[in-house]
């Protein structure tokens, strides 16, 4: 079955990095968009980065442009996500997410991802 596992997140300070990553199985990776949502304590899930599925082409949401890098590696069935220059409003848990056909696109919207992880905590402290 579809596993999707992020590992990465932690507490840290304002002006800090961190790397997340998503490590997936039982689908062929390497033909699949994937993305990053997060989502904080009494917010919606808001889109965070995208990629297709060959890596070509990325989209990022305005409030994390210049500052994450979301890249893969489809040898090791993992899609990244870099976080740097991190503000105490990038806290959330962060999920990543598969896209529902096979080499088709770069998604924005949480409806057109079909496998959801369990997501990662993610802490700025100020």
């Known amino acids: 079955q579809v596993q999707l596992v992020e590992s990465g997140g932690g507490l840290v300070q304002a002006g800090g990095s961190l790397r997340l990553s998503c490590a997936a199985s039982g689908f062929t990776f390497s033909a699949y968009a994937m993305g990053w949502f997060r989502q904080a304590p009494g917010k919606e899930r808001e889109f965070v980065a995208a990629?297709?599925?060959?890596?070509?082409?990325?989209n990022y949401a305005d409030s994390v442009k210049g500052r994450f890098t979301i890249f893969r590696d489809n040898a090791k069935n993992t899609v990244f996500l870099q976080m740097n220059s991190l503000k105490p409003e990038d806290t959330a848990v962060y999920l990543c997410?598969?896209?529902?056909?096979?080499?088709?696109?770069?998604?924005?919207?949480?409806?057109?991802?079909?496998?959801w992880g369990q997501g990662t905590q993610v802490t700025v402290s100020s």
């Open positions: 997410a598969r896209g529902r056909s096979p080499y088709r696109g770069i998604y924005s919207r949480a409806d057109d991802y079909e496998y």
């Open positions: 990629i297709t599925w060959s890596g070509s082409s990325t």
